[in-house]
């Protein structure tokens, strides 16, 4: 610490030197006064002359000031010279300070050794000769201005270095600071789904600056695009080049640039990217396009599905709004011609005509109820269904059409679960992917019907978590091309001739799994076939045992006088008139009410008088189903069906449970059968 001390010490001493612009001083120490005058005068020209009497006054001077050399008479009253000398040599700050003695007979060699021992470089006798003690001093003094000047250059230096270091540790921290940020802005970038670059204004528009979030987003690191001035727009998909040529001509004129593309990435698909920029200011440099490419392929495909929803809706809608009316005037229709064909003898001629004209309208009523599956407003009886046992049904239905160049196998055993679904409307699933199969094999091949169990664990995009049965159809036909894969579900979208279909198939199948609580997955590969899997949940119950069907005649032989009465109620005038006449001709009482509001007339006057209540759902002020409830505040089991040409499901669902549903358009017999069902114990037991 000590030494430290003296260290720094030291450094004040030579900074103050190197800052004290006045002359060199001389320390003149002489108890006779004229000796002290004398030497001002001859060496005040190049010296300033500080003087003083005693050794003790000398050394106080040396405490506070700095000297280039001190002139010490030797025999002083006091300390003499001897003794003055050995204390300036023993302080730190004066004992490398020249000392010149000054002596008038002391000229012996023993002295003068003394006085050299004591600390003196040189001897000056009085009386002094001007010129040499000129001389002398003048030695010292320059030494001592020489010294002075060294040490202002080593503070100055010594400044400058203590600048540099700064200069150095600043320009060090900046640097540190700048990778900091540096790193934190890439980070930052990496963690986000775009990249920024930029490009050439000209074609080829050659990347010349890309970050590395390019990877993340396209699997090619920034250098395969730099490296290679066509690598970006070659692998642009060629639909989307031309647009993609034409926004980047543009931003030279507009000075800014949108496009939206098909870009190939390192995997080999195809992700979908929106490329925005402006146009760099040049600055007496080559123009640039900076922008920035964001991967919207997420975003793109919700939307779709977004669009998707919005169209099934619409045409749920649309559909909806028309089934009802449009199923009333089938109904009509079908009823008729079942009336007209009961009571008029048709000859060779008419008999076609009105087979044709049952189908026509048969085909209205298949098309409305496709309509109705795409836009998942059917209604369903789901049940849970022995799938091995359809098999000789399909059979059946399929093979008369299939014809001798396709061969169809049915391998589905009783180790699959038993899906919950409607029994029904799955036929005509399978029915319409057999005969899609079939159109996409027209010089033969085989189309197979597999199924099996499969859980989901996790949810995906189609499908919630729990069990599914899953029934493949697999053909070896022409296959589906991945561009239009996504499309075929599409209300109305069709591949096949104008005239050969509807567009309605599979669009219909996909809202049918839809509205079961499945899905429909379709996986295809040109020239190799096609495959369709259903996905159905699992049902929780069994299979029900087969139902023998009534027999609608053979009640109606046995049980004539038996039937019994009906309130038929529905506000299509037409269709009410021909559906009393077809069953007033089969025997039971019909009274009509063109309303709810009359039919709740009718049965607040005379709630005796009628067995069956049947009633169409929609209908203006009073729905069936408020007829219903009404009815039965009078009788709590009064049984009733309900009609309907089209009704929401939630809406049908709040009904009754014990009241049957039966859409328009109707099989008379079918009517007739529910009507006993409910109505006829009597005419059941008499058979």
């Given at each position: 610490?000590?030494?430290?001390?003296?260290?720094?010490?030291?450094?004040?001493?030579?900074?103050?030197?190197?800052?004290d612009?006045?002359?060199?001083?001389?320390?003149?120490?002489?108890?006779?006064?004229?000796?002290?005058?004398?030497?001002?005068?001859?060496?005040?020209?190049?010296?300033?002359?500080v003087?003083?009497?005693?050794?003790?006054?000398?050394?106080?001077?040396?405490?506070?000031?700095?000297?280039?050399?001190?002139?010490?008479?030797?025999?002083?009253?006091?300390?003499?010279?001897?003794?003055?000398?050995?204390l300036?040599?023993?302080?730190?700050?004066?004992?490398?300070?020249?000392?010149?003695?000054?002596?008038?007979?002391?000229?012996?060699?023993?002295?003068?050794?003394?006085?050299?021992?004591?600390?003196?470089?040189?001897?000056?006798?009085?009386p002094?000769?001007?010129?040499?003690?000129?001389?002398?001093?003048?030695?010292?003094?320059?030494?001592?201005?020489?010294?002075?000047?060294?040490?202002?250059?080593?503070?100055?230096?010594?400044?400058?270095?203590?600048?540099?270091?700064?200069?150095?540790?600043?320009?060090?921290e900046?640097?540190?600071?700048?990778?900091?940020?540096?790193?934190?802005?890439e980070?930052?970038?990496?963690?986000l789904?775009?990249c920024?670059?930029?490009?050439?204004?000209?074609?080829?528009?050659?990347?010349?600056?890309?970050?590395?979030?390019?990877?993340?987003?396209?699997?090619?690191?920034?250098?395969r695009?730099?490296?290679?001035?066509?690598?970006?727009?070659?692998?642009?998909?060629?639909?989307?080049?031309?647009?993609?040529?034409?926004?980047?001509?543009?931003?030279?004129?507009?000075?800014?640039?949108?496009?939206?593309?098909?870009?190939?990435?390192?995997?080999?698909?195809?992700?979908?990217?929106?490329?925005?920029?402006?146009?760099?200011?040049?600055?007496?440099?080559?123009?640039?396009?900076?922008?920035?490419?964001?991967?919207?392929?997420?975003?793109?495909?919700?939307?779709?599905?977004?669009?998707?929803?919005?169209?099934?809706?619409?045409?749920?809608?649309?559909?909806?709004?028309?089934?009802?009316?449009?199923?009333?005037?089938?109904?009509?229709?079908?009823?008729?011609l079942?009336?007209?064909?009961?009571?008029v003898?048709?000859?060779?001629?008419?008999r076609?005509?009105?087979?044709?004209?049952?189908?026509?309208?048969?085909q209205?009523?298949?098309?409305?109820?496709?309509?109705?599956?795409?836009?998942?407003r059917?209604?369903?009886?789901?049940t849970?269904v022995?799938?091995?046992?359809?098999?000789?049904?399909?059979?059946?239905?399929?093979?008369?059409?299939?014809?001798?160049?396709?061969?169809?196998?049915?391998?589905?055993?009783?180790?699959?679960?038993?899906?919950?679904?409607?029994?029904?409307?799955?036929?005509?699933?399978?029915?319409?992917?057999?005969?899609?199969?079939?159109?996409?094999?027209?010089?033969?091949?085989?189309?197979?019907?597999?199924?099996?169990?499969?859980?989901?664990?996790?949810?995906?995009?189609?499908?919630?978590?729990?069990?599914?049965?899953?029934?493949?159809?697999?053909?070896?036909?022409?296959?589906?091309?991945?561009?239009?894969?996504?499309?075929?579900?599409?209300?109305?979208?069709?591949?096949?001739?104008?005239?050969?279909?509807?567009?309605?198939?599979?669009?219909?199948?996909?809202?049918?799994?839809?509205?079961?609580?499945?899905?429909l997955?379709?996986?295809?590969?040109?020239?190799?076939?096609?495959?369709?899997?259903?996905?159905?949940?699992?049902?929780?119950?069994?299979?029900?045992?087969?139902?023998?069907e009534?027999?609608?005649?053979?009640?109606?032989?046995?049980?004539?006088?038996?039937?019994?009465?009906?309130?038929?109620?529905?506000?299509?005038?037409?269709?009410?008139?021909?559906?009393?006449?077809?069953?007033?001709?089969?025997?039971?009482?019909?009274?009509?009410?063109?309303?709810?509001?009359?039919?709740?007339?009718?049965?607040?006057?005379?709630?005796?008088?009628?067995?069956?209540?049947?009633?169409?759902?929609?209908?203006?002020?009073?729905?069936?189903?408020?007829?219903?409830?009404?009815?039965?505040?009078?009788?709590?089991?009064?049984?009733?069906?309900?009609?309907?040409?089209?009704?929401?499901?939630?809406?049908?669902?709040d009904?009754?449970?014990?009241?049957?549903?039966?859409?328009?358009?109707?099989?008379e017999?079918?009517?007739?059968?529910?009507?006993?069902?409910?109505?006829?114990?009597?005419?059941?037991?008499?058979?």
């Amino acid at each position: 610490m000590a030494k430290l001390s003296r260290i720094r010490s030291k450094k004040s001493q030579f900074e103050a030197l190197a800052n004290d612009p006045t002359k060199a001083r001389v320390l003149a120490v002489d108890d006779d006064e004229r000796n002290l005058l004398a030497i001002e005068e001859v060496l005040s020209p190049i010296a300033e002359i500080v003087a003083v009497q005693s050794g003790e006054e000398a050394l106080r001077r040396l405490l506070k000031e700095d000297f280039a050399v001190i002139l010490l008479d030797v025999l002083m009253p006091g300390l003499d010279g001897y003794e003055t000398a050995d204390l300036i040599r023993q302080r730190e700050q004066s004992k490398r300070t020249p000392l010149i003695f000054l002596t008038a007979i002391n000229k012996e060699d023993a002295h003068m050794l003394r006085g050299y021992d004591a600390g003196a470089v040189d001897y000056v006798f009085k009386p002094f000769d001007p010129v040499m003690l000129r001389s002398k001093v003048a030695v010292f003094v320059e030494l001592h201005e020489k010294t002075r000047e060294i040490q202002r250059n080593a503070v100055a230096e010594q400044g400058l270095l203590a600048k540099a270091l700064q200069a150095e540790k600043e320009k060090l921290e900046a640097e540190r600071s700048l990778r900091n940020a540096e790193e934190r802005q890439e980070a930052i970038l990496s963690s986000l789904p775009v990249c920024f670059h930029a490009r050439a204004a000209e074609p080829p528009f050659a990347a010349r600056f890309v970050t590395k979030g390019v990877e993340r987003l396209t699997g090619f690191p920034p250098e395969r695009l730099t490296s290679d001035p066509h690598f970006g727009l070659g692998r642009v998909h060629p639909d989307d080049l031309p647009t993609v040529k034409e926004a980047l001509l543009a931003a030279k004129a507009n000075g800014f640039y949108t496009c939206e593309f098909r870009w190939q990435c390192a995997d080999g698909k195809y992700r979908i990217f929106l490329d925005q920029g402006v146009l760099s200011k040049g600055d007496g440099r080559r123009q640039e396009i900076l922008g920035t490419l964001l991967d919207v392929t997420e975003r793109r495909g919700l939307e779709d599905q977004l669009l998707q929803s919005q169209r099934l809706d619409a045409i749920g809608k649309l559909t909806g709004g028309l089934a009802h009316d449009f199923n009333n005037l089938l109904a009509a229709i079908l009823s008729g011609l079942g009336l007209l064909e009961r009571h008029v003898t048709l000859d060779e001629k008419a008999r076609p005509i009105m087979d044709l004209t049952r189908r026509s309208a048969k085909q209205g009523a298949e098309l409305v109820t496709r309509m109705l599956a795409f836009s998942r407003r059917q209604n369903l009886k789901p049940t849970a269904v022995r799938l091995a046992a359809l098999g000789d049904t399909m059979n059946g239905l399929v093979a008369p059409v299939l014809g001798g160049l396709v061969r169809f196998d049915w391998m589905v055993d009783d180790t699959v679960w038993p899906p919950h679904v409607d029994v029904g409307q799955l036929e005509l699933a399978l029915m319409n992917l057999v005969f899609n199969a079939r159109d996409a094999m027209p010089s033969g091949g085989t189309i197979s019907v597999l199924a099996k169990n499969r859980t989901i664990k996790t949810a995906s995009e189609d499908l919630t978590p729990g069990d599914y049965v899953v029934i493949t159809i697999k053909d070896t036909g022409a296959g589906i091309p991945q561009d239009i894969l996504a499309k075929v579900v599409e209300p109305f979208f069709t591949t096949k001739p104008v005239g050969k279909g509807t567009g309605l198939g599979l669009s219909t199948v996909y809202g049918f799994m839809k509205q079961s609580g499945g899905s429909l997955r379709i996986d295809s590969v040109v020239g190799r076939g096609t495959t369709m899997e259903l996905w159905l949940p699992r049902s929780t119950e069994q299979p029900a045992g087969d139902v023998t069907e009534l027999d609608v005649e053979e009640i109606q032989t046995g049980t004539r006088k038996a039937f019994p009465s009906i309130l038929l109620i529905d506000d299509s005038s037409v269709l009410l008139q021909l559906t009393a006449e077809s069953l007033r001709r089969r025997g039971f009482k019909v009274t009509c009410a063109a309303g709810g509001a009359e039919a709740l007339a009718i049965i607040e006057r005379t709630p005796g008088e009628f067995d069956v209540i049947v009633t169409d759902f929609a209908m203006p002020l009073v729905s069936g189903v408020d007829v219903i409830r009404f009815a039965r505040n009078l009788r709590s089991d009064w049984p009733a069906i309900l009609i309907t040409g089209y009704a929401d499901a939630e809406a049908i669902a709040d009904r009754p449970a014990d009241v049957p549903l039966l859409g328009k358009p109707f099989r008379e017999k079918d009517l007739v059968r529910s009507i006993l069902q409910l109505g006829g114990n009597a005419a059941l037991q008499a058979t």
